[in-house]
């Protein structure tokens, strides 16, 4: 299968400061990108959708000016958590989708994950 | 919200066949049942998907009722490595995909 990868794979920050991930798709294009959070023992939730060349869409209660999401190519998309606390501690996962035409079917491929830790 | 119904734990034996459940009675004509599983502390990762037919690939076969209102994942001859949270799930072609909280199958020596 497509394989999407994930930097860092761990971070641990200061209050206060900025964190960038990076999500790529390594043998396909993606038009689409999806971030997700993971809490302890929860199941994801999706943040936002990540559009090539376009403004990210962000789910409800997702605050857009906080979590900056910038899909500037077809492999590459970055998500930065601005001024972190410890409540944006999390596990933060991406996904790429890559479409089978010939079935009109999406199939997402997840990154590893990046662990934040905001001290 | 989810649109499947999954038990939240199962056990199964190393080398035989573990057998998940999923209910989607809710589910329409157009929509695909997509499997993915979650290691501990790891991204998801597809396992396979299906609309009507049955369907296998290497790590997994899919049975699909006629009715299409529930599935069954089998992992034939499951191993240690296949202890992970399971998820089912079903939408259609461009929807974003729902997490539910899946099953968790534990897979014992």
């Known amino acids: 299968g497509a394989v999407v990868s994930q930097h860092p794979s761990w971070v641990i920050c200061k209050s206060g400061t900025s964190v960038k991930i990076e999500c790529r798709s390594l043998d396909f294009q993606a038009t689409t990108m999806f971030w997700y959070r993971q809490f302890p023992k929860q199941s994801l939730m999706l943040m936002a959708t990540s559009n090539e060349g376009s403004k990210a869409t962000y789910e409800q209660g997702v605050e857009k000016d906080k979590f900056l999401i910038n899909h500037a190519s077809l492999t590459l998309s970055t998500l930065t958590v601005t001024s972190a606390h410890p409540e944006d501690s999390s596990f933060y996962i991406c996904?790429?989708?890559?479409?089978?035409?010939?079935?009109?079917?999406?199939?997402?491929?997840f990154g590893p994950g990046t662990r934040l830790t905001v001290l | 919200d989810a649109k499947t119904t999954q038990p939240p734990s199962m056990d199964c034996a190393e080398g035989r066949a573990a057998n998940l459940p999923c209910n989607h009675s809710t589910i329409s004509g157009n929509e695909y049942v997509y499997w993915y599983r979650q290691i501990h502390s790891q991204g998801p990762q597809y396992i396979i998907h299906?609309?009507?037919n049955n369907e296998t690939n290497e790590m997994a076969s899919l049975i699909i009722t006629e009715d299409r209102k529930s599935s069954t994942l089998i992992l034939p001859h499951a191993t240690l490595r296949d202890t992970a949270v399971y998820y089912c799930?079903?939408?259609?072609?461009?929807?974003?995909?729902?997490f539910g909280p899946g099953t968790r199958l534990s897979v014992l020596p």
């Open positions: 996904s790429a989708t890559e479409t089978t035409f010939a079935t009109g079917t999406d199939t997402q491929y």
């Open positions: 299906g609309l009507k």
């Open positions: 799930i079903v939408l259609l072609y461009g929807q974003n995909f729902v």
